[in-house]
């Protein structure tokens, strides 16, 4: 498949069938509520036999300004002052969908609101602490800091204003983010949080568990133009996650990508941000200080699939932007396409055969293990792919491509649907992203 940087999900709009609801538990309808506004809520469907896909807020109609997969959410968003007509939608796997509206009114309010870390969240290190004042202080909010344990302030800044990344060892924080007004006042929001030893960050320099983590984007592309569409349905593909799976599990908390449709050659694509911009881990890089530093990258995952066959391939992505420049380290496994590995040419936009079989086997849990490095004169190097136990070396370079404006490092996983679109799904358990 071509490859596409994708940041902004399409919308969607409103539709509802029979037997499906949004129960909201927060916030109530009508209530005016101050600081980011928490949003609980879950899904229930009885005419779809596959279940709920994803759920997602919107603010106003056609603004959708938050997604996950699943049957519930949970989050808070920054909303300026002013009442908002909100909805809460479902999207089904049988493509059907309901909402329920929620109004609400942003106050004004005086003190410190905290949007991140949540409280008695667990989070790995370096901790995004996000978070704004107000005062009734003619003077205005002069500064404001974090305090990791009493008399302890790890940071403070000028201004009414936090976005930080601040490193922590692993380990519970009672932590307060306070704010000093120019009145000589001073206000204070508490925040509990665990700094977890695996979470990622400077300490681990990994992220484990991903495939359980939020942050995934989920998106359709059909062949030959390979135009990006969401939520599902959508250009006749039919994608979605599901995660928390039990059996088959490794650990307990599999995921399920689930792919069909009505038309062949569809395929659906995940993509998680984990370092930079629009981080899921809390590991913005606003400095930009991380992300240029780093070279190596490995990519290790479990995979379960009871018909493998049915795919046309299975993809696995590491990328990486700074500078202008693009890394895309692609690696598909092409199952009907004829068990073979191929990589991706950054330049040229496509996929070169490695020679290298890639034959998973149905019905069991199969064991990938890519790695890859970014060069001191940046090129791209694909290092090894090991699947079940054998390695096979590449040791094969290209050139960077183009990509203005973006700044991160990123994974993708995708999954690509043959003649028929015959459905599928494979199970991925013990996501683990390194890096250095």
Known sequence: MRKFLLMIVCLSAFSAPAFAGVTITAPANGATVSGPVHYVASATTTSCSKGIASMGIYTAPGVRVYVVNGTSLNTSLDLSPGKYETVVEEWDKCGGAST????????????????????????????????????????????????????????????????????????????????????????????????????????????????????????????????????????????????????????????????????????????????????????????????????????????????????????????????????????????????????WDNVSQHWVPTGVSCDPASNSWNHLTLQVARTSDNQLLYKSITLNGKTANLNQYYDHGSAPGWYGVTVNYQQDGNYKQTPYSVYLDELTFSYE
């Open 100 to 343: 329920t509206p929620v109004t609400i009114t942003v106050s004004r309010s005086t003190g410190v609101s905290v949007s991140s870390p949540a409280e008695n969240s667990t989070v790995g290190s370096p901790v995004n602490f996000k978070a704004t004042a107000t005062t009734s202080c003619s003077r205005g909010v002069s500064s404001m800091g974090i305090y990791t344990a009493p008399y302890q302030l790890a940071y403070v800044v000028n201004g009414d204003s936090i976005n930080y990344n601040l490193p922590l060892n692993p380990g519970t924080y009672h932590t307060v983010v306070q704010e000093w007004d120019g009145c000589g006042g001073a206000s204070t929001t508490p925040v509990t949080i665990t700094v977890s030893s695996g979470g990622g960050g400077t300490e681990g320099k990994s992220f484990s568990h991903l495939q359980r983590s939020g942050g995934w984007a989920d998106y359709g592309q059909r062949a030959p133009t390979f135009v990006d569409c969401s939520p599902s349905p959508c250009d006749n593909i039919s994608f979605s996650m599901s995660q928390g799976i039990k059996s088959p599990s490794m650990s307990g908390a599999a995921t399920e990508i689930y792919l069909g449709g009505s038309e062949g050659y569809g395929d659906g694509l995940w993509n998680n941000h984990l370092i930079g911009d629009g981080s899921s881990q809390g590991m913005l890089d606003s400095n930009h200080s991380i992300v240029p530093t780093l070279h190596d990258f490995t990519y290790d995952v479990y995979f379960w699939g009871a018909n493998l066959g049915a795919a046309q391939a299975v993809e696995f992505d590491i990328n990486q932007f700074f500078g202008g420049m693009g890394f895309i380290w692609g690696h598909e496994c092409r199952v009907a396409g004829g068990n073979e590995w191929d990589i």
